[in-house]
């Protein structure tokens, strides 16, 4: 803050035609030069009161001038901050575009995929179901072929021991007639 000015001290009061009418016993002549001397005196205090004036109408003005200066130093700074916030809110503007338009696009990219996804795993767990349906079905078939093959091999088994025996008996019965 700046030091608030006192104003001039006033100027000490100069005599009035009152006072001097007032003094006294004045002789004629002195009262004419009192007369001529209380005109002069008027316009020194009109002088005076008028310089006083100015003086305090140029104060007024210096002042109001130093006002205004600050005013507009301050309405400066105001603008540069006011510029500079908004170059500020611009940058964040732009980082945080290029961010949503990125989330945005993969988001959808996202959605996308999972519609996609949705019948391909429809279709996984059907035929992940016939899969194992024919895996089933596999297994029993190839449980009845080892069984197949177990009774053909019992069979070929049984044959041969019945032929064996036959050719044996049949090897006999040569041997007994020689």
Partial sequence: MQKSE????????????????NSGSLSFNSSINSTAGVGMQDEEITRSALSNFRAKEEEIERKKMEV?????????????ETKRLGLIREELESLADPMRKDVSVVRKRIDVVNKELRPLGTNVQKKEKEYRDALDAFNEKNKEKVQLINKLVELVGESERLRMKKLEELSKSVESLH
């Fill in 68 to 80: 205004r200066e600050r005013v507009q130093a301050q309405l400066g700074r105001v603008e540069e």
């Fill in 6 to 21: 006192q104003p001039p001290p006033p100027a000490p009061p100069l005599p009035t035609i009152q006072s001097v009418a």
